[in-house]
């Protein structure tokens, strides 16, 4: 059986601790191993960024650029591929796995505006002959760590900036679904990123560790759930590094009673369901505001009968399998257990058939959620859906503001007031008006509030900018005959 390499100053390495399997989701088969790297093996990776980190940061703008337009080109022509290797050994369908390489290609094309983005700032003259400017230098070896649910996208989210801006990095990707990360590699070598400048360690807790208690590693990137966010921030902080560490999430979709309910219904389910709902911006919880529950929760549940649960790779299907076989028995037991928390099960994906031994679950719809549930309260990350009634809007927002979690959220209305009052009182990082999963394009940055981000820079767009660089700052004063003299003066401005 192929066993999933590690990629260490350019050569492909086969060092393993430990031996792991990796899973088809849709058969249940493992189709890999994966060699689980020992610290050592990190500290290899991490000796490899280092070594190639002068030579990149010497490397022109122009020269960093033309890395990432060809990198472009070969993603864009090898999606299919690469979507292929992501729907195996994650399960989700072909098409989204084509999506989220999109969305990945989103902060390609950002890190292509380099020249643009590092450009620093000058003053003139701030004293008689002497002038101020600003200059963005990297960080240095920055470690990139990845959830399972986005293999391609969340990597690019990360390497793609921290590379454009000079960095050198240890990728430690998702262990459930490595290869993406492998291939991803493969395209930046072949767009002409010097080997070394990015490289590619598997492994659990053990990699991690390293990374984060290396003197070598100043920035650490994290994506993943809560508990383990809050662990690499406070570690990585107290190890003096910079660190930004994307949690977990409960996003609500408030829905206000004149909302187009048809319109709304679609995007509840799309939200939902999509990639079995293993997205941190899935719509986990919708609150139906003055009435409208039962119209909405009978659209939901209509359009749900219709939805075509199978393997991926099959064009039909819409929704694909969960990530393992523990997924599958952790989501399952949420809707066991919610009619006891007093939710009303209206749809109950546990009786959905399916042949083989896939980590299949169908999808569940629970109505009349408290608030106080498990349901509610936890990120569940699969294909449930709570619905909770509320009277008022502004029932609903406190809610939304009283929520652990604060990554997205939406509302659904025709009321430009409401929407307006929504975005400016809600706590979240992202908001949707009308738009149920509100990613921001590749020219903005992504992050959420309270538990679901820790650290204070968001990721990709401008902030992954200022996040990947230290500024530098250069008070200038060239020789001028006329003006030089002694003056044991403190430096003022005149
Ligand atoms: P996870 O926290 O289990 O794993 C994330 C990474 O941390 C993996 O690389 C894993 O190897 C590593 N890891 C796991 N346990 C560790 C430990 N004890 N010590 C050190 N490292 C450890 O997350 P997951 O199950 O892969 O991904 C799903 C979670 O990610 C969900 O909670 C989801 O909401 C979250 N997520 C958040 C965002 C966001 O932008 N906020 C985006 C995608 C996913």
């Not at 659209?299 to 299907?317: C, H, N, Q, V, Y």
């Not at 007093?342 to 031994?357: A, K, L, P, S």
């Not at 009308?434 to 767009?461: C, E, M, Q, R, T």
């Amino acid at each position: 059986m192929a066993r999933i390499p590690h990629v260490i100053g350019g050569e492909k390495i086969d060092a393993a601790e430990r031996i792991q399997p990796v899973y088809n989701p849709a058969t249940g088969e493992q189709q890999h191993e994966l060699g689980i790297a020992s610290a050592a093996t990190v500290e290899q990776a991490i000796a490899a960024a280092q070594a190639a980190l002068p030579m990149w940061r010497k490397t022109s703008l122009t020269k960093r650029a033309d890395v990432f337009f060809n990198l472009r080109q070969l993603l864009k022509q090898r999606t299919p591929e690469l979507a292929a290797i992501v729907t195996s050994e994650h399960g989700k369908v072909l098409s989204d796995a084509a999506g989220e390489i999109a969305r990945g290609l989103e902060n390609v094309e950002f890190a292509s505006g380099l020249l643009h983005l590092l450009k620093g700032e000058r003053d003139e003259q701030v004293s008689t002959g002497v002038d101020v400017h600003s200059v963005k230098q990297p960080v240095g070896v920055v470690a990139a760590i990845t959830p399972f649910n986005f293999p391609v996208m969340v990597p690019l989210w990360m390497i793609a900036s921290a590379i454009a801006c000079g960095n050198t990095v240890v990728l430690k990707p998702s262990e459930r679904d490595p290869s993406a990360s492998v291939f991803i590699a493969d395209l930046f070598r072949e767009a002409g990123l010097p080997d070394g400048v990015l490289n590619v360690v598997h492994g659990d807790k053990v990699a991690v560790d390293t990374l984060l208690d290396s003197p070598t590693v100043k920035a650490i990137s994290f994506v993943g759930s809560t508990p383990i966010a809050r662990y690499i921030y406070e570690r990585a902080a107290a190890n003096g590094k910079r660190v930004q560490a994307l949690g977990g999430a409960k996003n609500h979709m408030l829905v206000m009673p004149d909302a187009d309910l048809n319109m709304t219904a679609d995007a509840a389910v799309s939200a939902a369901y999509g990639s079995a709902g293993e997205r941190c911006m899935a719509v986990s919880v919708v609150v139906a505001v003055g009435g409208v529950g039962d119209e909405l929760v009978a659209k939901i549940a209509e359009r749900m009968s219709k939805l075509t649960i199978g393997d991926g790779t099959d064009p039909a299907s819409e929704m694909g399998p969960l990530i393992t076989q523990e997924a599958k028995d952790r989501v399952e037991s949420y809707v066991a257990g919610a009619a006891a928390e007093g939710g009303v099960v209206v749809v109950d994906g546990r009786e959905t058939q399916f042949e083989g031994n896939g980590f299949f679950t169908g999808v569940s719809l629970i109505d009349h959620v408290k608030t106080d549930s498990k349901v509610y309260r936890e990120e569940i990350f699969g294909p449930v859906l709570a619905v909770v009634r509320v009277d008022t809007y502004e029932e609903g927002l406190q809610l939304i503001n009283d929520h652990q979690f604060g990554n997205g959220t939406a509302i659904f209305t025709r009321d430009g007031g409401a929407a307006r009052q929504f975005e400016f009182e809600v706590e979240a990082g992202m908001v949707g008006i009308n738009v149920p999963i509100p990613v921001p394009v590749g020219a903005f940055s992504f992050g959420g509030w309270k538990d679901s981000l820790f650290g204070d820079a968001h990721i990709y767009g401008p902030e992954s900018v200022h996040f990947y660089t230290r500024s530098k700052v250069i008070t200038t004063r060239w020789p001028n005959p006329d003006q030089s003299r002694v003056d044991l003066g403190f430096p003022s401005n005149s």
